[in-house]
């Protein structure tokens, strides 16, 4: 790998190979996409023509002038490529040094916006252990996982206009509720508001209606992956889920990332999954190393509560993607699909606060204190590593939200 | 109500208490806003302006130009009203008949479009049949409704990228299926291929994140009605939903209506649930007529096979969104959603094939020859028609689709 030029980037988590993207602006300006390298923002659109013109390139100016990654987005997997390149290129080349530099901004002198419109948002359950653990808690007598789990990712759809970026605040929200003890359903703010550590995948390059994508095809698609907390009101999803599937006690908030790291940058991460017993039928086989080794933390006010390994999910990327088009559906820039919570096997590797008490019968300790379900102003962060190309670890996106307390009714 | 200048238009279900939008376009010609007044489409752009400038109006003139509803769609309800004030103005006052006339085109010499960007798409199951029917059909040894279906309207998200206008084919999706003789699943074409009969309602003006939506402000956010089939491949279905629910069994195709039916023009369709026991939550009570006495026909290979009345719904419209937003879940305009099949209590009024067949067991009559599940080649056209103000009936768009084979994998 060459050494980038940037000050204090080289050895850090955003080194030159990772270059990942969000858009970004700053009192009084446009919004407009951003590249992270250390602590710098490279802002993207003036440095895309250095040089001279485009010609038969791909218009990248214009893609990264957009207060969106979705022109970008759009313009497919080969411009992916020679934006990547371009970007190596001038940000390693010393004689395109003095023309860049007044180009790159201290991240802590920006705002992070969302970084691209969620077109379809779906939500796999990708994690045997995950899928397992809710199983036990919930249905105690019976085999944990459901008879369709091993045959297929399990999914579902959720709601793409409540996909907020990191950093926003999540209000507690009411819904109906049944408890074992209620007679009749109870109206109120959730009593059992959770987390979900999740890995997101964006689409890029979408498909047309009748379209399948095999497995290989991955990285035709899916341009980059964020960090992903898909909140949960436990309380009311226990009541409304049958048979429909989960609904308000989801909807009021799935927060992301701001950066969106390229695919293209977890090259070195991609890993042998655990092992699928059954085979999965042929539209479902991958070949070769389709997991991906990256590390995750949940901190919740300050304190990591748990390290789930994303190398433990037991379904692919690539299994998803191929899952979710096989009967046909049509993909479109800035389809956004969850891998469902992260849990690993080890008690401290569980990816929800559902799992780490247990069913809330076993508060965890958070510092000095304990819980079970969140409470008000409670902080959570998602963050995720993952081995760099270049030897080093790479940061993806960091997830961030704080619950505010139940609006009154 | 005033008498149209407009020839043929007196009436017909296409009279001046109707005036429903779409988008159409003509050979050589951008796709564009327009209004049916009996058998012509009136151009809506070159009137809007008719007598001069809007001056502080609602710039309706550019929000038809565009090549959907989006724009006018989200500017709300003031100009909904004021752009219905102004069409009936023109299209019944004879003093803007020479104006006017050239701009009215054959509906028979325009192509329509999908009328809106559908952002989220949600979808309902608020027959009390149509879930008693399913219940009954799939678990017949217990109670069929389960225990949340009285307190709350049951949904869940739908994909929003696959739901396409009237006429688009719809291809016999793959997927997985495991049947009860099955001992592993199998990979094919569906064999269970369905529709649904339901009516879908598009919102106009969105919410700001946090903000909830009371049962009496429904019209401030749903612009109309579009006519809705939800196609199902319910051997998919049944495997796959749960515990997420439904996901690639209803993915692949949901075809609405190119026309949207101004709620306004539904103002003598309001009628009272048949009723509702328990009492509702008082976040889902309503005051007044809260049900809408819509006909809807369901015809397949030219044969009426069921006459579902909306009548007999038992959760109201204002109901579901009252229920979508009460965690604080944002609208954005654009946003569809359905009410799910529309299934009477008479055998010929089921608004399934699944019912209609009585899970698959007997074969229904369609002219001359029977059916259980859709085959290749059937088409399926939902018809709704409804009071107007005027004294006739007006009818919504009709919703048209046909069975392609699945395609060769």
């Known amino acids: 790998m060459s050494q980038t030029w940037v000050e204090g980037a080289a050895g850090s988590p955003y080194d030159i190979d990772h270059l990942p993207y969000g858009v970004f602006d700053r009192p009084g300006e446009p919004a407009r996409v951003g590249v992270r390298i250390g602590d710098l923002v490279l802002d993207g659109a003036p440095v895309a023509t250095l040089g001279g013109d485009p010609g038969d390139g791909p218009d990248l100016a214009s893609a990264w002038r957009r207060p969106s990654l979705d022109a970008f987005l759009a313009l497919g997997r080969p411009a992916w490529e020679t934006a990547r390149d371009w970007l190596v290129e001038i940000l390693t080349g010393p004689e395109h040094r003095a023309a860049v530099e007044p180009h790159l901004l201290p991240v802590s002198s920006v705002t992070m916006r969302m970084p691209f419109t969620v077109a379809d948002y779906v939500d796999f359950y990708a994690s045997l252990e995950h899928a397992s653990n809710v199983g036990r808690i919930f249905r105690p007598d019976q085999e944990p996982l459901l008879p369709n789990w091993r045959h297929l990712p399990v999914g579902y759809h959720g709601r793409a206009g409540t996909v907020l970026p990191s950093g926003t605040p999540v209000v507690r929200p009411h819904g109906q509720r049944k408890g074992p003890a209620d007679a009749e359903p109870v109206f109120g703010p959730s009593q059992r508001l959770d987390i979900e550590a999740e890995l997101g995948f964006v689409v890029g390059a979408g498909t047309e209606l009748g379209e399948r994508v095999s497995t290989a095809d991955l990285a035709d698609h899916v341009f980059g992956v964020v960090g992903l907390n898909d909140w949960s009101a436990r309380d009311v999803q226990a009541w409304e889920y049958v048979p429909l599937g989960p609904f308000l006690g989801k909807s009021f908030a799935t927060s992301i ?150 609006r009154a009714w």
């Not at 993607?321 to 096989?326: D, E, I, S």
């Not at 799992?355 to 079970?372: I, K, M, Q």
């Open 257 to 406: 990332s701001t950066w969106v790291t390229p695919l293209a940058a977890l090259a070195a991460a991609w890993t042998e999954l655990p092992g699928q017993d059954p085979a999965p039928l042929p539209y479902l086989a991958v070949d070769g190393p389709a997991g991906l080794d990256i590390a995750v933390e949940v901190e919740l006010n300050g304190h990591v509560v748990s390290r789930p390994p994303y190398s433990t999910m037991y379904w692919a990327p690539a299994q998803m993607l191929a899952h979710l088009t096989v009967n046909g559906a049509s993909l479109r820039t800035g389809d956004l699909f969850g891998s469902g919570t992260v849990s690993g096997p080890e008690p401290g590797q569980r990816g929800s606060l559902l799992e780490l008490s247990w069913g809330w019968r076993e508060p965890f300790a958070v510092g000095d204190a304990e819980r079970t379900a969140l409470e008000d102003g409670d902080e959570v962060v998602l963050r995720y590593t993952a081995p760099g190309s270049g030897g080093g670890r790479i940061a993806l996106g960091e997830v961030v939200g704080r619950v505010e307390p139940a």
